[in-house]
Each structure stands twice: as structure tokens, then as C-alpha cells.
């Protein structure tokens, strides 16, 4: 395969990867044990994927390019879209990255589950410093820390609401990402890697 076919080919698998991302962005779950603002989706797959296959930039660009387009749909005002890519980089980078050194399934395995731990760690400064702060603009951080008291009242701030229901949600989240990646990673190799 000449330079150039190379590189039409890592640009249409990120275009085809990112497409399923942007459909799976639209496939979210209310979860139980959760307040109802939060939604689980697997959107992270296809980006996880590319990071799997063709490197880590091209993870953050699939995660990009599904919350560009998911912008034209938000209900957000662009907060959700931003923290989900934040949350994305910083899970498909490290998973890609431990990858990129260790080309088997164990590096696979370590880098995304690695990836995953990130991604959850970093959900809490993200959202106590950024996302719950913007988002307190539009409804009172009573409200919101409300929601978490319906289901645990004995929570009493927002850092423990993140760190006792998102961390852990979002981490789960990862390897939910993670198990799915292992079961079509090796039907869609051929696809992902002429």
C-alpha cells in the first residue's frame, strides 16, 4: 500500500469509526442507582477502536468529530459534549498509548483498562472544577446534590457525589467499552487495518 492509500485509509476508517460513535452518542440509558442526568452510552468504542488501530490521535479525533456533530443536538449547551471528549482523550490516549508498545491483546488489555482508570480519575476535577460549576448556572448545586440525595442521603457535597457515584460509574463505563472493543476488535481487524 503506497504512502497516499495509507493515508485515505486511516482518514475513511476514522470517518466510518466516527460516524458509529455519533449513533452510538445517540443510544443512551438511564441508569439505575444514577441520577437521571446521567446516561450511559458506548460511544467510546469506535474511538477506542481507532486508538487500537490506527493510534491514539486518531481515538481523540473520533471522539472529536462525534461531539462536533452532537453539538447540532445538544441539550447541553455544548457543556456534555465537551466533557465527554475530555473524558474520551483521556481514556483512549493512555489505552492507545500502552497499545502502541505492547501490540497484543495484553497490551491491549492493560491499555484500555488503564485508559479506563484515567478516564475515571479525571472525571472528578473535571467535574467539580468545570462541568457542575457551569452547569450550577442553570439549575442550583441544592438541585443538583438533591439528585444524589434521593438515591444516597447521606451525601452532603458535591465532591462526594462524584467520587462515590461517577468515578465508579465512569470507570465502569470504560470497561464496559472495553469488554465490547475485545469481542469485535479481531472480526473488524481486517477492516480497520488493510
Same mark, same amino acid.
Given at each position: ?7 485515505t485509509?486511516k482518514?475513511?476508517v476514522?470517518?466510518m469509526? !466516527?460516524?458509529?460513535?455519533t449513533?452510538? =452518542?445517540?443510544?443512551e ?5 444514577m441520577p437521571p ?5 458506548i !460511544?467510546?468504542?469506535p474511538?477506542l477502536?481507532?486508538?487500537? !488501530?490506527l493510534?491514539p490521535?486518531y ?7 462525534k461531539n462536533? *456533530?452532537n453539538?447540532?443536538?445538544?441539550s447541553?449547551?455544548?457543556?456534555g459534549e465537551l !466533557?465527554?471528549?475530555?473524558?474520551g ?6 489505552a492507545?498509548l500502552?497499545?502502541?508498545?505492547r501490540k497484543?491483546r495484553q497490551?491491549?488489555?492493560t491499555?484500555s483498562?488503564?485508559g479506563?482508570?484515567v478516564?475515571?480519575?479525571v472525571?472528578v476535577? %473535571?467535574?467539580y472544577?468545570?462541568?457542575?460549576p457551569?452547569?450550577?448556572m442553570? =439549575?442550583?448545586?441544592?438541585g *443538583?446534590i438533591?439528585?444524589?440525595q434521593?438515591? %444516597?442521603p447521606?451525601v ?6 462524584l467520587? *462515590?457515584?461517577?468515578?465508579p460509574?465512569?470507570f ?12 469485535i476488535?479481531?472480526p ?5 487495518h488493510?
Open positions: 500500500m503506497s504512502r497516499s492509500q495509507a493515508k485509509h482518514l475513511v476514522t470517518a469509526l !466516527s460516524a458509529a460513535a449513533v452510538l =452518542m445517540f443510544l440509558f438511564s441508569v439505575p442507582l442526568f446521567i446516561k450511559l452510552d !460511544s467510546e468504542l474511538a477502536l481507532a486508538s487500537f !488501530s493510534g490521535g481515538g481523540v479525533a473520533v471522539c472529536l468529530i462536533l *456533530i453539538l447540532t443536538h445538544t447541553t449547551g455544548g457543556v !466533557s465527554n471528549f475530555l473524558l482523550a483521556a481514556f483512549v490516549i493512555p492507545g500502552v497499545y502502541r508498545k497484543n497490551g491491549a488489555l491499555g483498562v488503564v479506563a482508570a478516564m475515571a480519575a472525571c476535577p %473535571l467535574n472544577f468545570f462541568i457542575y457551569v452547569y450550577a442553570f =439549575m442550583p448545586m441544592e *443538583i438533591g439528585m444524589y434521593l438515591i %444516597l447521606v452532603d457535597n458535591l465532591l462526594q457525589c467520587v *462515590i457515584f461517577n468515578m460509574f465512569t465502569f463505563k470504560g470497561l464496559l467499552d472495553v469488554l465490547l472493543a475485545f469481542l476488535y479481531k473488524l481487524s481486517p477492516l480497520l488493510r
